[in-house]
């Protein structure tokens, strides 16, 4: 007999975004996303960090003050967007970790990917993530939470 206790597909794609966010260096927020194509083979990963050729160790990790990081890094979901090196993302699904901003929304967008799925929403209200919904909503992109069945996967080395 086959295995029954297998994970579902959304809980494969969630967890290679979030094992990618775990490659982000942000001492306060890992974000990662992983994009899907229709035939469920993985097109694309990224993580936010800083853009490749500056160093991690001289541009800054602060959230506040008058030079921080948001200036900087590249969100995991324009980094997979651009990782996917020109292949055609159309009708693609992005899995996501925190619900993307209107930046992040625009890059979709035109991407043509046609579904987020996304964990955390904890920034829904900001001026940022309505402005993203807006756009998301209008341009046909659907919107699916992610609600695990588990509170998480273990990877064993050993």
């Known amino acids: 007999?086959?295995?029954?206790?297998?994970?579902?597909?959304?809980?494969?794609?969630?967890?290679?975004?979030?094992?990618?966010?775990?490659r982000s260096k942000d001492p306060n927020t890992?974000?990662?996303?992983?994009?899907?194509?229709?035939?469920?083979?993985?097109?694309?990963?990224?993580?936010?960090?800083f853009p490749c050729g500056c160093s991690d160790d001289e541009f800054p990790w602060e959230r506040e003050g008058e030079d921080t990081?948001?200036?900087?890094?590249?969100?995991?979901?324009?980094?997979?967007?651009?990782?996917?090196?020109?292949k055609s993302l159309t009708g693609a699904k992005?899995?996501?970790a925190l619900f993307p901003c209107n930046e992040c929304?625009?890059?979709?967008?035109?991407?043509?990917?046609?579904e987020v799925v996304y964990l955390s929403d904890k920034y829904d209200g900001t001026p940022s993530?309505?402005?993203?919904?807006?756009?998301l909503r209008?341009?046909?992109?659907?919107?699916?939470?992610?609600k695990p069945d588990k509170d998480g996967l273990v990877i064993k080395f050993k």
């Open 129 to 135: 993530v309505v402005a993203s919904k807006k756009m």
């Open 69 to 86: 990081k948001y200036p900087y890094v590249v969100h995991a979901e324009l980094n997979a967007i651009l990782n996917a090196s020109g």
């Open 94 to 96: 992005i899995y996501v």
């Open 138 to 146: 209008a341009a046909g992109v659907k919107l699916t939470r992610f």
């Open 30 to 49: 890992q974000v990662g996303a992983c994009i899907v194509d229709e035939d469920k083979r993985i097109l694309s990963t990224g993580y936010n960090g």
């Open 1 to 22: 007999m086959k295995r029954t206790d297998y994970i579902s597909w959304d809980e494969y794609f969630m967890s290679v975004a979030l094992l990618a966010a775990m």
């Open 105 to 114: 929304a625009k890059a979709i967008i035109q991407a043509g990917i046609k």
